[in-house]
């Protein structure tokens, strides 16, 4: 800013009324001095060189305000056109910003509307600071969400499965990298023929997650997704057979009274139980029953309406 003079803007005042305000906020003179010259130029909607500068400082001293990345969007439109090393350059000045206010969903946003914008934007340049902002925070939702939008966006899939991988590997618990592994199978894998074989491994590959943490809902969810996508929502014996190692006793009938045996039964996890209710649902409503109570009685009772209405609407 100190490169422009400012002196001809006209400013809007942010003074407080304190008559009908709860509670008046106490700004410095700095404060209302920057964000008046905001809203002078922004009123005149002023496009220019020193009305950027202006918003670079604004955002630096409230990066949540959306207003202000607006206003930003529009002056750039403006000025740059389709000269691309222009769109670099304020794509570099967003790297720098990004890793100081990680969780400002507005940076992504913004992020996003440059992309678009750019004239020859490229996905490899986005690889380094979505990598280093989910090495930092591997449960950002906001990096997950903008980069599950880049990839559609540039058709570019190949990166994905080995940087999902990582991030499994590193937490089993990460649901957000669980969520990504269905983005890319349901974008890149279909049910056809030739896609069994992978979708079998895949499958595999769940198992053995799921045996480092029985009780973590992530893998369990990301099976379902793929039986029902895939595999039209049918069970197969193999896996009821994986499901019933985490459910001891809990659906042996006694003779005569369809309970569980008395005093035996152990869970290790809810998610395999829940699974079993659902695959016996079809074809041994008895049996989709009894799992369906026992969640609903023991071994999760804080749905246990949830689980009651599933069992009554067996019949």
Known sequence: ??????????????EPDAETELCVIL??????ELIGLFL?????????????????????????????????FEICVSLY???????????????????????????????????QQHPCPNFVRELPILDLMIDDDTKNYHVWSYRKWSVQFFDVWSHELEFVNKYIDRDVYNNSA????????KNQVTKEEQHKGLVNTEIE???????LAPQNVSPWNYLRFIYRTFKDDEYDSGI??????FVQN???????NDESAPGKARVDSTFALELLADAYAKNDPAKSKVAYTALADTWDPIRKNYWSLKANQLG
């Open 240 to 245: 009821v057979e994986f499901a019933s190692k």
């Open 81 to 115: 056109s389709d000269q691309s090393e222009l769109w670099e350059k304020e794509l570099d000045w967003l790297d720098e910003l990004t890793l100081n206010n990680p969780k400002n969903y507005q940076i992504w946003s913004y992020r996003q509307a440059l992309v």
């Open 250 to 256: 809990v659906l042996v009938l006694d003779e005569g």
């Open 178 to 185: 669980w969520t990504h592994r269905a983005f890319y199978f």
């Open 1 to 14: 800013m100190d490169k422009f003079d400012y002196s001809d803007v006209k400013r809007v005042p942010i």
């Open 40 to 72: 002078g130029l922004m009123k005149e909607n002023e496009l220019s060189e020193r009305a950027l500068a202006v918003t670079t400082a604004v955002i630096d001293v409230v990066p949540a305000l959306y207003t202000a990345w607006n206003y930003r």
């Open 205 to 211: 590959y769940v198992k053995a997650k799921i045996s």
């Open 27 to 32: 700004y410095s003179s700095e404060y209302k």
